[in-house]
């Protein structure tokens, strides 16, 4: 559960403002506040299925939107990159970086990838 909680916490953070706000406020009081679908369904005067259902299609919105734009698979790619780049010698760090901006930017000659 708390895979899925930060992978939701992902999400929410990138594209939750893409949902409408009665989704955006179930899931926020569901994974960001804690509260349970019983507490929310009394908050919002509806049966605990009717808010899980909400939150269940804002799940999948929201899953939708990363499995199209690729935005959190993109900046982990480029987070791990910079890292591996951290981590090179002075020596290879200029070639690293070259590398790496030919491969995001596919301009090799200008920045004189290896």
Known sequence: ????????????????????????????????????????????????????DAIVRGERQLKDYESKLGLIKSQEMVLSLIERGKAASEGEKNAYFDNIAAELFGKEEEYGAV
């Open 1 to 52: 559960m708390l895979e899925k909680t930060l992978e939701m916490g992902k999400l929410i953070d990138v594209y939750g403002k893409l949902l409408t706000p009665h989704q955006a406020e179930l899931i926020d009081l569901y994974y960001n506040k804690d509260i349970s679908l019983f507490e929310i369904a009394e908050i919002f005067n509806i049966s605990r299925q009717a808010a899980r």
